[in-house]
């Protein structure tokens, strides 16, 4: 036993007698170890040279076919780099025990073995799992907290080949030198989000040999409120960009190159080219090439200034020519310049353009008067009929007020009546007169004045008029009215003396049959019959053109038809029927002989109704338009008829009432039919259109 140290031989002799309760001194050690045996223990062996090993000596005895011991048998190891690595190790968790404790995020260790050797107090509070309920563990029990399950875990994968990764789905695993780390999908633990890794390997101080591994968990909540904010934040932008207003506008980013890196989806809705194909163009490639130039400059400007402004015409991928408004300002990301821009399409803008240049040369060469004054009714601008109109220079306009055209005696007319009505209705129209400042004299106009507001506040901005001169019209309408007035006369005169003669013809004719100097049913009474009939058509034709003659001599009003109704129906000739009147308030724009119409509704009804008893008046909507109705319970009229009685033709001796109805009706526009049902009675429809009715309150 020469290479056994005798203090450590009687140090496990004393150890061996406390524990078996005998006085065990030296060698004796190993009889009862053999006894004992097959035994295991650690002992330190000293080499030949001198040098001391570690080593594990395992003593089994030899027993003979009786069961007595006839020697031993022993195996020992050298354990000496193991006893050395515990060493280490040990040395290792007293010096990192109280950094790994400290480390703020959640951290552990593991020995070779796959043993809990570390548990942080980052950790303990992450998983709820105190340390001293987890130290020394195996088996990844580890992994339990984060997986629910036993299963490797980043700091098991370090020592691991590539396989290990697959089989445990870590293709996303990245491994550099001695450090191993994942972006994998987080594990939520006690409500809190975390991310595996990174872990490392843990060396030996003195010869750096793989003594474990360690590990640590990120708490990645917040981050991952960050990253979803983020991600939100730019759908919002990406969302914004391509829903920039209106499909007439386009955003669009290039560097220096030109090459587009940001655009959005109405650049290619507008210019037919696909996303791909936008990626590979430059800016001016979709420039007419008649503005390719100060397109180029602008850009250039916008490098150069920071900003720029241009139009210009985009030629799109089918051909079409659209004018564009570019405006382009620099801006620089991460040391790099960019264009920031905005497109718009003013194809309106210049339509609208053309239309105001027209609209003002139709203002400026108009023959009426169009001139407008400011809210204290000084006036700013005129046309050149206007200042031809009041004789005046349209350039020295401004130093009129509104009032200085008006002749005095309707300034009190203005002020009381017009522009009281203008500025409450926003509107008045009719026949005024203006000061010739030139010559000194009236003119007359038919005036439109009206408030120009302002569209938010609705407050009068300016006053308008637009005026027409009606001076000649007017001196015509007088003249033509006085040969109007000589021929009525005249006609007169002519009707009353023919009317004359026709009562002394009828007064003969009664003469000569109450002297019985027509013999009844002979063919000369049949013929002085039909000359009797003659002169009372006659009568009837000259009657019918003073009533005729009437038509438009005087200018139309507003009606209340149930009034003229009721008017009517109060003829002794009328009473006989009952009268049904359910117009209400209606009023009607006619001509002043409307009342002959309703006249000759009753008078149709009476004398050709037969067996009527009642006759009704009532109203219909019709879309926009309205329509009087006349219905009679009489026997109507045939579909033959319903035309003709109103032409110049005699059916039962109408005589021309319906033909006189029919053209005092049409100078208001509205129109008349009979639509009844023949043998249920007549049905007259008036048309009345939209503008021409209304009701009384």
Known sequence: MRFHIEEEISSHAKEFSERTGKNIKGLDLFAEIMIEGPERHDWTYKKKDGSLISVELTVTPIRDDKGNIRGAFGVFYDI?????????????????????????????????????????????????????????KGDHEYAIPFYGKRRPMLIDLITEPEEMMKKWNCEDITKTGNVIAADVVPFKIRGKSTISGPALLLYTITDGKTIGAIESATDVTHIKKVEEALAREKANVEYIIDSLPGMFYMFYMFDEKGKFVRWNKNLETLTGYSAEEVRKMKPLEFIDDDYKDQSSESIEMAFLKGYSDTEAVIVTKDGRRIPFFFSANKEVIDGIPYILGMGLDITKSKETETEIRKLALGVKHSGEMIALANQDGIINFINEAGAKMIGIDANDITRYHFMDLIPDHLKDKMNTVIMPATVEKGL????????NKKAGNTIDVHAMIFTINDPETDEMIYLATVSLDITERKKAVAALREVNKKLNLLGSITRHDILNQITVAQGYMDILEMDGLIPKNSDAGDKCEKVAGAIETIKR??????????????????????????????????????????????????????????????????????????????????????????????????????????KREHYKNTGLGLFLSREILSITGMSIEENGVYGKGARFRINIPKGAFRFTE
């Open 541 to 646: 034709l000259i009657l019918f053109t003073r009533d005729y003659k009437d038509l438009s001599e005087q200018s139309p009003e507003w009606y209340n038809v149930g009034r003229i109704i009721d008017k009517n129906y109060k003829n002794l000739g009328f009473r006989s029927i009952q009268l049904v009147n359910e117009t209400d308030d209606l009023e009607v724009y006619a001509d002043p002989l409307f009342e002959k119409v309703i006249y000759n509704l009753f008078d149709n009804a009476v004398k050709h109704g037969e067996k009527i008893t009642t006759i009704k008046f009532y109203f219909t909507e019709e879309g926009e338009n309205l329509n009087l109705i006349c219905e009679d319970d009489g026997i109507g009229i045939s579909d033959e008829f319903k035309e003709k009685i109103f």
């Open 80 to 136: 000496t780099d193991k006893k050395r690595l515990e060493e280490e190790f040990k040395s290792y968790k007293i010096q990192s025990s109280g950094i790994i404790a400290n480390i703020p995020e959640p951290t552990f260790a593991i020995d070779l073995g796959g043993r809990v050797i570390a548990w942080n107090r980052a950790v303990e509070e992450l998983t709820g799992i105190p340390a001293q309920d987890i130290l020394g």
């Open 428 to 435: 008045w129209e009719g026949e005024i007169q203006y000061i």
